[in-house]
């Protein structure tokens, strides 16, 4: 990791919270010069920490109302097939997040969708079908404890 000082820090905390941040407000939040921070925020977008600024959408409101959890084993294991798996996922907007695994399943995702018969549609029409898959487990969400609210950002203590 490229070396990051209490105030790349910071701002990188403060644009997790609210990436809408003038550099004039986050001057004042973390106590540099908005040109010191406009230059940081500059080099941590080059750099890559900073990867884009985006709305966080209330899916409820979108209609969205069903969130769940499936896990995925594919029909067989090999690359050309982990690659057609990727290839359909990737096309999938109802799919927020897929994860490969070690384990019993190969795939989670997280998928949301407007209602059981949504999710009926989306598993037995777009999954099961497809040649890649071979089994599907389905947990619907009952309710979220904690949602992505970012990364733990802190500086790291030295030795």
Do not use: W
């Not at 695994?101 to 989306?122: C, I, N």
């Amino acid at each position: 990791m490229e070396q990051l000082d209490r105030y790349d820090l910071k701002i990188l905390a403060q644009l997790q919270g609210d990436g809408r941040l003038t550099n004039n407000e986050l001057s004042e939040l973390i106590a540099l010069s908005p040109s010191q921070c406009s230059r940081r925020r500059a080099r941590l977008e080059a750099e890559g920490f900073i990867h884009g600024y985006r709305a966080v959408l209330d899916r409820g409101r979108l209609g969205l109302d069903l969130m769940v959890v499936i896990a995925v084993t594919l029909a067989t294991h090999n690359r050309d097939n982990a690659k057609r798996f990727a290839t359909l996922i990737a096309d999938l907007p109802e799919v927020l997040e897929c994860y490969a695994l070690t384990g019993e399943m190969d795939y989670h995702l997280k998928v949301v969708t407007p209602d059981l018969a949504g999710l009926s549609r989306f598993v037995n029409d777009v999954l099961l079908p497809h040649d890649s898959v071979q089994h599907v487990k389905t947990s619907i969400v009952l309710a979220t404890l904690k949602d992505f609210q970012g990364l733990p950002v802190h500086q790291r203590k030295r030795a």
